[in-house]
């Protein structure tokens, strides 16, 4: 069992930036992939980025490339993305969630624990 806590959402001027943590619980999160998806009004659940559970191996999709970054601690059992230039269509609630397949997943199905949520809101 894996308990995920998703913090440091906020409001920021676009080109700003911000960065997400995922605070998880158990002695296994070393063994899992994270992922971050993000969810904006009226819209589905999408996949943003995902990182092997050795940090080795990391996925984004084409929207974020080269603006947001996954990471993760297994010592602190914690995974961060940083986002920088944001823009207001990166507004949605982000949400993380650990897999315990081997690869990075990109569907939310494939995802077994999901964190809470923080809601990031970028103005224009």
């Known amino acids: 069992q894996v308990q995920l806590v998703d913090s440091g959402g906020g409001f920021v001027q676009a080109g700003g930036s911000l960065r997400l943590s995922c605070a998880a619980s158990g002695r296994t999160f070393s063994t899992y992939a994270m992922g971050w998806f993000r969810q904006a009004p009226g819209k589905e659940r999408e996949f943003v980025a995902g990182?092997?559970?050795?940090?080795?191996?990391?996925y984004y999709v084409d929207s974020v490339k080269g603006r947001f970054i996954i990471s993760r601690d297994n010592a602190k059992n914690t995974v961060y993305l940083q986002m920088n230039s944001l823009k207001p269509e990166d507004t949605a609630v982000y949400y993380c969630?650990?897999?315990?397949?081997?690869?990075?997943?990109?569907?939310?199905?494939?995802?077994?624990?999901w964190g809470q949520g923080t809601q990031v809101t970028v103005s224009s």
């Open positions: 969630a650990a897999s315990q397949q081997r690869s990075i997943p990109t569907r939310t199905y494939e995802y077994d624990y």
């Open positions: 990182i092997s559970w050795s940090g080795g191996s990391r």
